[in-house]
């Protein structure tokens, strides 16, 4: 059978037709291409791309910008997120493998080290970055996992400047505390050199012993006083142990008085028998950041802050209502409620108060219940908040109920005399005061006793003195030479010398920079004789006679 003319010219019409279309779609799949490729490229959001094996096969430019490569095709191909040592160090191979198993991974704040980038890619910026990272799955045709891809947000600025923030709170709080502190301490000094000064006069042995008890005991009272300020401007050890919380509160008074105006009365009203397993420093925050509030919520009208304690039998219903860890065991948790009689918060107001840097007041204090919060969180405890416009505002911190007793209070022994092997110390301190002190303990047990002001007339010392010092006793904050720089001029001396470092901050932050390097030993101030002579029977072993 004839086609016929016009048959053919229809068919013709239908096939141009038909390339017409095509063409448009491509011309559309081409302009798709160009901007989803703009998008990727020009996106604030840095972007990285991963196959099915987890090497990178694409990188925007803010990705490249963000690790700082002169150029991004030289990862691609080589730099597997799932092999690389460093990134599987730092936890953030685990994340992308939870995202290849076909997960969508968010997290809101993960630190990351490129620093590995500096010699196999030519890193050029900061090494470190806190990222909000949102990792998940590329999926083929069939469902399956042919990649994944990873899109960061670089906050770190964000988070230094809330510890920027934090620091600057901490140190405007310190100063509300300075002048109630030095009352205090000047109670405490009237009591320590009236027992010392009476001691001197006494006769009798019996009644010069209770005396000096004393005198130890207000001592130890004004060094608890010190390790509370320390602990709070940030300078704390984070030690989990029991802790009686009632027995906190009420070693709290003396502190929480110190920030409280004329016009608000404290409440102390404690259950006993409250113990968790905390770290009593980070409590000391929590309660200390809620009286701050609840002292701004009362104004400059008088009111009544009332710290209390006890335990309750939390059900799962009880805690639903609760802010806190997400997973919430029902049981038995100790609680410390603080109440004020202030302004109290609406529905509004209530919801936000646990938000960074959220206030009523120009001069709130941006991250106290944030950080409350946190803290609460991490020793899986929550918070419950009850409040009324006018009719003031009450928080509970819950904290799991804890197994066994509080560590008991220090008793004050008297020391007996050890007799040991007669040896030679240098004392280096720039304190005239505490090297006389020390200096007649180590007379006391039998040793000879060399004395510097700072570290450069200790360095001296020891390279001139004929005969062997078998311990240095180093101060860490001194004039002209530190105890830092002292420490390395002694073991470029000798490298066997023993220095038993002393300071007034934690063991852990003041050592930390002498990990690896031979330090013999540490010992916190202050510290009674008694100390002393532990630390020398751990260093010279099995010489006690």
């Not at 405490?188 to 005991?217: K, N, P, W, Y």
């Not at 209390?308 to 639903?320: E, Q, R, W």
Request: hydrophobic share 40%.
């Amino acid at each position: 059978m004839r086609t016929m003319p016009g048959e053919e010219r229809s068919e013709v019409e239908v096939l141009r037709a038909r390339v017409a279309e095509l063409e448009a779609q491509l011309a559309r799949e081409r302009e798709h291409a160009a901007l989803s490729q703009q998008l990727v490229e020009r996106a604030p959001i840095a972007i990285q791309c991963y196959d099915a094996d987890g090497y990178t096969n694409l990188m925007n430019g803010a990705m490249q910008r963000l690790i700082g490569l002169p150029d991004r095709e030289s990862v691609y191909g080589r730099f597997n997120v799932l092999e690389d040592e460093q990134m599987r160090a730092q936890g953030i191979s685990a994340l992308f493998e939870r995202a290849y198993s076909g997960e969508l991974v968010e997290v809101p704040e993960v630190k990351v080290d490129f620093a590995g980038f500096d010699e196999g890619y030519g890193h050029q910026q900061r090494a470190t970055h806190w990222l909000h990272e949102v990792i998940f799955p590329l999926m083929d045709d069939g469902g399956g996992v042919q990649g994944t891809a990873c899109f960061m947000w670089d906050v770190t600025r964000r988070r230094e400047t809330e510890e920027a923030l934090l620091a600057a709170q901490r140190h405007q709080h310190l100063a509300l505390l300075a002048g109630g502190v030095a009352h205090d301490f000047n109670n405490l000094l009237t009591v320590i050199l009236g027992l010392a000064s009476l001691g001197l006069l006494e006769t009798d042995r019996a009644r010069m012993q209770r005396c000096f008890e004393d005198l130890q005991h207000a001592a130890e009272q004004a060094s608890t006083l010190t390790r509370q300020l320390l602990a709070y401007a940030g300078k704390g050890r984070f030690v989990v142990r029991p802790v009686d919380v009632a027995q906190m509160v009420r070693d709290m008074r003396r502190l929480l008085g110190v920030i409280l105006p004329s016009n608000v009365a404290l409440r102390i009203d404690v259950e006993e028998g409250g113990v968790v397993n905390a770290d009593e420093t980070q409590l000391h925050q929590t309660v200390m950041n809620v009286v701050r509030n609840a002292i701004e919520a009362i104004g400059d009208e008088p009111g009544t802050v009332t710290v209390a304690t006890s335990t309750v039998d939390a059900d799962d219903s009880y805690l639903a209502t609760a802010l806190g860890a997400n997973e919430l065991v029902a049981g038995r948790y100790v609680c410390v409620e603080i109440s004020d009689t202030g302004c109290g918060m609406d529905d509004e107001t209530l919801g936000n108060i646990f938000d960074p840097f959220f206030t009523r007041k120009d001069r709130g204090h941006g991250l106290g219940l944030s950080a409350t919060l946190g803290i609460v969180r991490s020793h899986g405890g929550a918070i419950r908040v009850y409040s009324e416009l006018g009719r003031g505002t009450t928080i509970k911190i819950l904290l799991p109920a804890g197994e066994g007793d509080a560590a008991e209070p220090k008793t004050l022994p008297v020391d007996p005399v050890p007799v040991l092997r007669k040896r030679r110390v240098l004392v280096v301190d720039d304190e005239p005061m505490i090297v006389n002190v020390v200096q007649q303990i180590f007379n006391t047990l039998g040793w000879d006793v060399l004395t510097a002001s700072n570290g450069a007339e200790a360095v001296a010392k020891y390279d001139a003195h004929d005969e062997h010092i078998d311990l240095v006793l180093l101060d860490m904050t001194m004039p002209v030479m530190g105890g830092a720089e002292a420490f390395r001029e002694l073991r470029r001396i000798d490298p066997g010398v023993r220095v038993l470092l002393t300071s007034g901050y934690n063991e852990q932050d003041t050592t930390s920079r002498f990990a690896g390097k031979g330090l013999a030993g540490f010992l916190q101030k202050p510290y009674r004789a008694s100390a002393v002579v532990e630390k020398l029977k751990q260093l010279f072993p099995a010489e006690e006679e």
